[in-house]
Antibody
């Protein structure tokens, strides 16, 4: 079945780096854009980053621009989020999600979500 | 600070119809499709409505979406206890060149 599974979260000190991974299965990874969405404790959903189906186009929230990098490794069916210069406010559950429409589905929602991986930034 | 504004909470009794509003601007709701998500606390969000009013397979027709100008609404008819959850609207924002989520609405079934 179609699924995405995140990993890589943990406790990290401010200013340090962390890489999140999201292994996908059950669909053609190269045909769908992918996104990271986060949720701070007790807060709402916040979009973090998007990568296009072919890995070429990348978009970032202003809050993470210049610090986070989203990428796809099609040979490993894996989505990544490289996070650097982490701040206290980056503490959240990070969800990996698949766009619902192939090739250019930027606007049409995320229909498959992982259970999330928790990142805690604390000294 | 989200650019899409929702009421913090709505409530209703079983069987009732409730609506959740989501207000934005010309660069997001006014220009792009809107999607709705349902999130039961402690679980991952679920796509409920995409492209303003389309339901993914498996979503009951009790859920419906509509759009007018720079605002959208999600209606839940025949409210059930299992509909208790947080609901979020979302859209692409051309000015921000990114996606935005609404502030979220908690639905309570009385």
């Amino acid at each position: 079945q179609v699924q995405v599974v995140e990993s890589g979260g943990g406790v990290v000190q401010p200013g340090r780096s962390l890489r999140l991974s999201c292994v996908v299965s059950g669909f053609t990874f190269s045909s769908f854009g992918m996104e990271w969405v986060r949720q701070a404790p007790g807060k709402g959903l916040e979009w973090v980053a998007t990568v296009s189906y072919d890995g070429v186009d990348k978009y970032y929230a202003d809050s993470v621009k210049g610090r986070f990098t989203i990428s796809k490794d099609r040979s490993k069916n894996t989505l990544y989020l490289q996070m650097t210069s982490l701040r206290d406010e980056d503490t959240a559950v990070y969800f990996c999600a698949k766009e619902s429409i192939p090739v250019g589905g930027l606007y049409y929602g995320l229909n498959v979500w992982g259970q999330g991986t928790t990142v805690t930034v604390s000294s | 600070q989200s650019v899409l504004t929702q009421p913090p909470s709505v409530s209703g009794t079983p069987g009732q119809r409730v609506t959740i509003s989501c207000s934005g601007g010309g660069s997001n709701i006014g220009s792009n499709p809107v999607n709705w998500y349902q999130q039961v606390p402690g679980t991952a969000p679920k796509l409920l409505i995409y492209d303003n009013n389309q339901r993914p397979s498996g979503v009951p027709d009790r859920f419906s979406g509509s759009k007018s100008g720079t605002s959208v609404s999600l209606a839940i008819s025949g409210l059930q206890s299992k509909d208790e959850a947080d609901y979020y609207c979302a859209a692409w924002d051309d000015s921000l060149n990114g996606s935005v989520f609404g502030t979220g609405t908690k639905v309570t079934v009385l």
